[in-house]
């Protein structure tokens, strides 16, 4: 019998009720009274200097309020970045100024200029015509390597566009040369990991409230990570102080990495209110999120893997381009660094690695981490040159990686990229790929697509990821700026119910049902009885958010470090009552007993007995029933999986029809094995998304002409098969209390290979074996193009 | 974007130049072109209404004229802001050599767009531009040799400016 609650059940995601009803409380639906609107006036071209703003007009038309330029940021300060790298000379990243509107120059197309406040919407819009902007416009450079050699500066003032260099790991350099020198067999490939745009279905949205009087400042946003914003907006950009300063996430619809970092517009409507004493409320058109959120992917990378006469991987080398956009977004220089290079062991016994990121200022919107954040980047250069060099040395893709595999045994492993794996067993999620996916019965079906003139090809890839970001003096040594503890505080209310304030936050994720379950496992009593609270920094511990796959892995792990001390405390109670020793206390579903004998209180009786302290030990210990804690993990998870994608192609027309795509997971113990399904069809859809049809493109002269939902093509449901997943092969996490890995990213981390593996195997089966590399996405265009060489 | 093209007009070198030259035949060329102002020397301002694609917009803008080869070439640039639906801006080499029975206009145009335009407008931008191109000399094309017989008894009733308009106004 399945559960019906606690870990493990397929419990209903609570929130969907008021999600699907219509009941959902997004930040656009917070309106203040006498609240003002903030339309943003953004650069049309991708580099400029400013010469003149000319806002008098404006600033006369019918309900303006004021128009705000950089002159009104003259004291505040740039929008941070958390994490800083350094490069291979020891040097540094090179971190230029990110103003809250542009200072002299502009930098990409949709970098803020002014802002127009008015009584509404329209007024402001209409009065943002009347703003004469004068701008010179600047040869622009969107190339990555043009960029390095020479091209136009994005910031004068740092005399480079070149952010970093980082090498990884720089010791091993020589001994990587020396064995590719000795390789039996080198396979090399060059690709490119398109650039995307997070498009989540809620753009993103500020207001900004300012309390005269006392001084407070609120600030509702559509944010991963509130604590995070008011961190970084109240220390570093406009100088308020914590507890004059409160940061609000409701309802927030997907994030996608996207809102993880502090944006211009918080800054702005927080400031604005204060400086016209009025809410100032901003929302973003669909538009404005293609050219101002933060967009993900974008390197250029050359791949060698060195094989010896066995066909044992001796070593990797890489060599990879990363764009940063025009300025650096919060967490950019960790992604292709830290997230990216750590992970290019794969599943996989290749000892020696080495790899060179350059990351690059270009005339682009910023790129940050997006779903899987570099982790995806390491996979799919990896995946793809191990399918390239099986079929180079004429074996099967499946027994390479086999015979390559870290074994079950080999447990905890270190790799050559600094992280450790605690768990896994890479050939139980192989053999259930292979099982789900009826590989045995390929290639029937593959001769079967042939009588139909179409090629069948089967593509695998494996991954891993490090997710449950992560010990803080390990990051802290890595260049992160913060702190990556989760916290928790549990509230247990005098008749028995339970609050939970976490500093996770759910923006599709749905902690408030999984996070219930876990409490109502631990203590016994319906998951009814709790309920969780989130996304207000007043009211929840300093906290960092939701992104990496860490919500369970470490927001959990601290709501169970909490709900432990309320355990521990509710027994000295119950033994106080129960006249017994505290050691021979037992809870279980709900009832404190005293081990040998019949006596029994309910749950009820000892939370009312704390906070009716009648018949208590005073002496001993304080009333209440509440307790926080903060959990620091001792290393990331690593979830792990393999996938098989099938795919038919029409050769007389290059298209792609993913005709079966399956899943094997392991993510360690699984809390709601629907909400997890749920999170990797999720993942599978954007990770499909970029490898068939998604990609972010701008002319040469900056201009983003992929800038609307005509030109950037979202999978939809007929892009999508049924998928199988499954998640039985676990090995749990050893070093979190729930053994639990994380699994938010997975699917877009694995999925991208599996395509393009699988494409590449339909064309050689149709004999079209000079295609050894398609970009993504794989279009009809790019396919047919290769066909025909 | 970049295009080339050219075509025969049935009207001597001289006054297809002179027709270049002169802005009431730019005015009536420029597709959408609301007003024109201004002279060779120093250039002209235009205002121009447009749509193109969902974008609508009042494009204003400065057409200057340069590289004048007198009777043969000359580079017509012009860039035209719309405001918040961004800006347009192109160029058109145009050359002129006399063939039998007329001249012979050839073109390389290079156009590019910004803002919204492009945000919006990329996939129907280069059609658009050729359509544009196309109307512009089409019509200057009219305006300089008039109407093949039949057009011009059908188009004697309209109020618009007569085709072959400007051959007549320099009695050509």
Redesign the interface.
């Known amino acids: 019998m399945p559960k019906d609650g606690g870990i493990g059940a397929r419990t209903k995601r609570r929130e969907d009720v008021r999600f699907l009803t219509g009941k959902g409380r997004y930040t656009d639906d917070i309106n203040i009274r006498g609240q003002l609107h903030a339309h943003f006036i953004r650069s049309q071209v991708a580099h400029g200097r400013i010469r003149k703003i000319d806002t008098r007009d404006a600033e006369a038309m019918p309900g303006v309020v004021k128009v705000f330029t950089s002159a009104d940021f003259a004291g505040a300060g740039g929008l941070p970045c958390g994490w800083q790298v350094t490069s291979r000379d020891g040097k540094p990243m090179l971190e230029p100024k990110h103003p809250v509107l542009a200072e002299g120059k502009v930098r990409h197309v949709g970098d803020p200029i002014a802002v127009v406040v008015a009584e509404t919407l329209d007024q402001a819009r209409d009065a943002a015509e009347a703003v004469v902007i004068d701008i010179e416009e600047l040869p622009a450079v969107i190339d990555m390597k043009a960029a390095v050699q020479g091209g136009p500066l994005v910031h004068d003032e740092i005399g480079s566009n070149l952010c970093y260099d980082w090498g990884f790991v720089e010791e091993n350099k020589a001994a990587v040369d020396e064995a590719f020198a000795r390789a039996a067999h080198v396979t090399t490939l060059e690709l490119v990991n398109n650039r995307l745009i997070a498009n989540p279905m809620e753009p993103r949205v500020a207001v900004g409230d300012y309390e005269d009087h006392s001084g407070m400042h609120t600030l509702y946003t559509t944010s991963q990570n509130p604590h995070v914003i008011r961190l970084l907006m109240g220390a570093f950009v406009l100088s308020i102080p914590e507890h004059k300063l409160r940061v609000v996430a409701p309802d927030v619809g997907g994030g996608f990495g996207s809102k993880i970092y502090h944006y211009a517009e918080e800054a702005f409507v927080t400031k604005a209110a204060q400086v016209l004493k009025r809410p100032v409320k901003w929302t973003a058109s669909r538009s404005e999120a293609f050219i101002s959120d933060a967009q993900g992917r974008d390197h250029i990378t050359r791949i060698e893997l060195a094989l010896d006469a066995d066909h044992n991987f001796t070593a990797l080398r890489c060599e990879t381009y990363a764009n940063m956009g025009a300025y650096l977004s919060t967490f950019a220089p960790c992604i292709p660094t830290w997230l990216h290079g750590t992970l290019l062991a794969g599943n996989y016994r290749t000892p020696l690695i080495y790899t060179n990121v350059k990351a690059v200022f270009t005339n682009t919107v910023p790129v940050d981490a997006y779903r899987g954040a570099g982790r995806p980047e390491a996979t799919f250069q990896l995946e793809r040159v191990i399918d390239k060099a099986a079929r180079e040395l004429g074996v099967s893709p499946v027994e390479l990686r086999r015979k390559n595999f870290i074994k079950p045994d080999q447990f905890p492993y270190q790799t050559p990229v600094a992280v450790v794996y605690d768990t896994g067993n890479y050939h139980a999620t192989l053999d259930k790929l292979l099982e789900l996916s009826d590989y045995k019965g390929f290639e029937a079906r593959a001769a079967e697509s042939k009588k139909r003139g179409k090629l069948r090809g089967f593509g695998l890839a494996h991954y891993i990821e490090a997710c449950g970001i992560a010990p803080s003096n390990l990051v802290g040594q890595l260049g992160a700026r913060a702190g990556l503890y989760e916290s928790a505080t549990v509230r247990v209310n005098a008749t028995g119910s339970i609050t939970v304030f976490t500093g996770s936050h759910s923006h599709g994720q749905g902690h408030e049902t999984t996070f219930a379950q876990v409490i109502s496992e631990m203590i016994g009593i319906d998951a009814s009885q709790v309920e969780i609270v989130h996304g207000d920094t007043s009211n929840t511990p300093m906290g960092m958010g939701t992104y990496g796959s860490r919500s369970l892995a470490v927001g959990g792990s601290a709501m169970v470090k909490a709900t432990n001390k309320i355990i521990n405390k509710a027994k000295k109670i119950a033994a106080h009552l129960m006249e017994a020793s505290e050691a021979d206390i037992e809870l279980k579903d709900g009832k404190f007993t005293v081990a040998g004998t019949d006596k029994e209180k309910s749950w009820v009786d000892i939370t009312l007995a704390a906070y009716v302290p009648h018949n208590y030990p005073l002496e001993d210990m304080e009333p209440g029933l509440e307790e926080t804690a903060f959990y620091d993990p001792s290393n990331f998870t690593y979830p792990a999986g393999a996938y098989g994608c099938e795919v038919e192609v029409d050769p007389e027309t290059g298209k792609v029809e993913i005709v079966a795509f399956t899943a094997a997971d392991d993510f360690g113990n699984v809390v709601n094995p629907m909400i997890v399904e749920g999170q990797v069809h999720g993942g599978l859809a954007q990770g499909i998304g970029q490898a068939m049809l998604e990609n972010c493109v701008y002319d040469e002269n900056g201009q983003l002409l992929s800038g609307s939902f005509m030109d950037y093509a979202m999978p939809r449901a007929d892009d999508l098969p049924f998928y199988r997943v499954d998640h039985s092969c676990a090995t749990p996490c050893t070093h979190n209390p729930l053994g639990v890995k994380g699994c938010g990213e997975a699917g877009a981390i694995g999925s991208p290979p599996a395509v393009v593996n699988a494409v590449i195997d339909a064309l050689h089966r149709g004999g079209f074996t000079h295609v050894t590399h398609i970009d993504m996405p794989v279009s009809p265009a790019r396919v047919w193009q290769a066909i025909h060489g | 974007m970049k295009l080339s093209d050219s075509r025969e007009i049935r009207a001597e070198p001289a006054i297809v130049w002179t027709a270049i030259l002169n802005p009431e035949v730019l005015k009536a060329c420029i597709p959408g072109c609301q007003s024109m102002t201004g002279s060779v020397a120093e250039g002209y301002e235009a205002v121009v209404k447009q749509k193109v694609g969902p974008v609508s917009a009042t494009f204003t803008g400065l057409v200057q004229l340069s590289d004048i080869v007198e009777g043969r070439s000359l580079r017509i640039v012009g860039e035209g802001k719309g405001?918040?639906a961004?800006?347009a801006k192109g160029s058109a080499d145009v050359r002129l050599e006399p063939v039998e029975g007329g001249t012979r206009l050839s073109y390389d145009v290079e156009a590019?767009?910004?803002?919204?335009l492009?945000?919006?407008g990329?996939?129907i931008i280069d059609g658009f531009a050729k359509k544009m191109a196309d109307e512009f000399f089409t019509r200057f094309q009219e305006a300089v040799e008039g109407p093949d017989e039949e057009e011009a008894a059908a188009s004697a009733a309209e109020d618009a400016p007569k085709k072959g308009w400007f051959k007549r106004l320099v009695g050509g």
């Not at chain 2, 590019?112 to 919204?116: A, D, E, I, P």
């Open positions: 405001g918040v961004g800006f590019s767009v910004g803002g919204k492009a945000q919006l990329s996939r």
